[in-house]
């Protein structure tokens, strides 16, 4: 039997589904029948009812005409509706093979070969033509008439062979390249970062819908949203800085500063707002230390905890206290406040203009408190807390839900299966840059890849540290194309379809639960924990290992 594509066409007129069935079992078994062919070019649109490839013969794109079809002196007539109506098969059809021809030909798996034998033809089953006619533009071999039907299938192999004009026959590697252009068979495949795409834009749509909690609480001041990973906070926290920045009918504009202690989510931070109109963007973006910076205070290194936690806090606290009206702030939003030092929250509230009925809005989730310091703000606030997770997929959420200290419910979606590599702590760097190479190789884009570690920093973290700087590091995550090294202390409010995390650690350190919570969270379609079961076992105990497969 011929092979037909498609295998079971729909068509518009019984005349066309009786030429197909007609052809579909008198043409050779190497043939190959195409119907319904549509091509788009600069000038029009065509459609090719048929199209036969015979292997060692030639192409001919086919017309058909149902119904009553006649030919006199003013052109060409088919009856419609009872109605004559002026055709031109022979044009219609030609063009269309010229037009397919040229798209055959521009096509690169085509590549260099030469044009073989194209022809036409015009076939009007229940239409008589008498043996002798012809037409300048319409040979009689190229018409196939009502009387032609029988022998229907040899009468179009010797219409491809006089329309050859001396160009080639198709050889059967031919017919089957014409067959994977014609029937748009490009080769394409599953792509793993298209279906992430998609599932970070549903979660985008569920966290606007979520931005409704910042209309309930307008009218409150003083406000802490307490939400696990992936609950929306960091995208919450955007969104009400433009709002009090922008202002309202009912209010006007603010002067709003927006803080937190990462560098990596300061500088995501400050690319989301540069994409805002200007009058909808804070007067402050950036970092607690960048925040002191411009007043005057100095900057330190984050190993110095001495700094940290007394010279810089006590310095921005005096700075603070003499800063003008104009250089102060109505509201500031604090992102991650978990974690904020109890010494750094002095210079925060003296910078409001203010400090007793000056808004302050802070986004935590004490889960993620990872670094030593433990402070909270010296006011009261009102509670809000956040129980849906949003960006992490069902099963990356269900193995990571037993390390967060309150229940979530996951609106994630559905992705792979967590996997778990076993690795002695010093080998574990290895195996997981051989996880890093397998995703690669599974077609993850490698701007979409992070490999974060809980213990000692991956050389290439360090190297790119020491090449770039601290900021222009983090600059490379949002900017770059290649795989993400990070550690989970500085990976708090952001995120990678596809995590690979190293437990490069013993587990004996403080707030190695956390780090772990963290690390499990930052990816938000596919994840790959790769360290000692008894190592994971002891951090994250028996639900998690259990959840891992352990």
């Not at 050859?164 to 599953?190: C, F, H, N, W």
């Not at 302050?360 to 129980?387: C, K, M, T």
Request: aromatic letters at 8%; proline letters at 4%.
């Amino acid at each position: 039997m011929t092979r037909c594509i498609p295998e079971k066409p729909t068509f518009v007129t019984p005349s066309e589904g009786e030429v197909w069935e007609r052809l579909r079992t008198t043409l050779a078994p190497d043939d190959v029948l195409l119907a319904n062919v549509r091509l788009t070019d600069e000038q029009k649109d065509h459609e090719a009812d048929l199209i036969v490839l015979m292997p060692d013969v030639g192409v001919v794109v086919i017309e058909v005409k149902g119904s009553s079809v006649w030919h006199d002196e003013s052109g060409w007539w088919q009856q419609r509706r009872g109605q004559a109506t002026r055709i031109d098969p022979v044009e219609q059809v030609r063009s269309t093979k010229y037009a397919v021809r040229g798209y055959v030909a521009s096509n690169a798996r085509w590549g260099r070969r030469s044009h073989v034998a194209w022809g036409h033809a015009v076939v009007t089953p229940y239409s008589d033509f008498a043996d002798d006619f012809s037409t300048p533009e319409c040979p009689r071999w190229s018409l196939h008439d009502r009387g032609n039907q029988a022998d229907l299938a040899a009468r179009l192999r010797e219409n491809a062979r006089k329309a050859a004009q001396g160009k080639p026959a198709p050889t059967a590697d031919d017919v089957q390249t014409l067959v994977e252009i014609l029937a748009g068979r490009m080769a394409t495949s599953y792509d793993v970062n298209a279906e992430a795409a998609d599932r970070a834009s549903e979660a985008d749509r569920l966290t606007l819908e979520q931005a409704v909690i910042l209309q309930v609480t307008r009218l409150l001041r003083r406000v802490e949203v307490r939400g696990g990973a992936g609950s929306g906070k960091t995208v919450l926290a955007l969104q009400q800085a433009k709002e009090l920045s922008r202002g309202r009918s009912d209010r006007r504009a603010e002067r709003v500063a927006l803080l937190c202690y990462s560098i990596g989510l300061a500088e995501y931070l400050k690319r989301e707002v540069s994409t805002w109109n200007r009058k909808h963007r804070p007067a402050f973006v950036g970092t607690y230390e960048e925040f002191g910076r411009q007043w005057g205070a100095p900057s330190g290194d984050r190993q110095d905890s001495t700094f940290w936690e007394e010279r810089l806090p006590s310095e921005m606290a005096e700075l603070a206290r003499f800063l003008p009206n104009g250089k102060k702030y109505d509201s500031v939003i604090v992102d991650e406040a978990q974690d904020f030092a109890e010494t750094w929250w002095a210079a925060v509230l003296g910078a409001l203009r203010d400090e007793e009925e000056g808004g302050l809005y802070v986004y935590s989730d004490e889960n993620q408190r990872i670094f030593a310091r433990f402070g909270r703000p010296p006011v009261q606030l009102v509670a809000l807390v956040l129980d849906h997770n949003l960006r992490n997929t069902k099963q990356i959420h269900e193995c990571f839900g037993p390390l967060a200290p309150s229940r979530m419910y996951s609106r994630g979606g559905n992705g792979p299966a967590v996997r778990f590599v076993a690795a002695k702590p010093e080998d574990a760097l290895d195996a997981a840059d051989d996880v890093v190479e397998a995703l690669l190789d599974e077609g993850w884009a490698a701007r979409n890849v992070a490999l974060l570690t809980t213990g000692h920093r991956h050389p290439e973290q360090q190297a790119q540290t020491d090449r770039h700087g601290h900021v222009g590091y983090w600059r490379s995550f949002w900017e770059g194309e290649d795989v993400f090294y990070g550690h989970v202390l500085g990976s708090k409010g952001l995120e990678r379809a596809a995590v690979v995390l190293c437990v490069n650690e013993a587990g004996e350190r403080d707030r190695a639960r956390e780090r772990l919570y963290v690390g499990m969270s930052r990816a938000t379609d596919i994840l790959v924990v790769v360290g000692d079961p008894d190592v994971v076992r002891r951090i994250g105990g028996d639900d998690v290992a259990k959840r891992l497969g352990l």
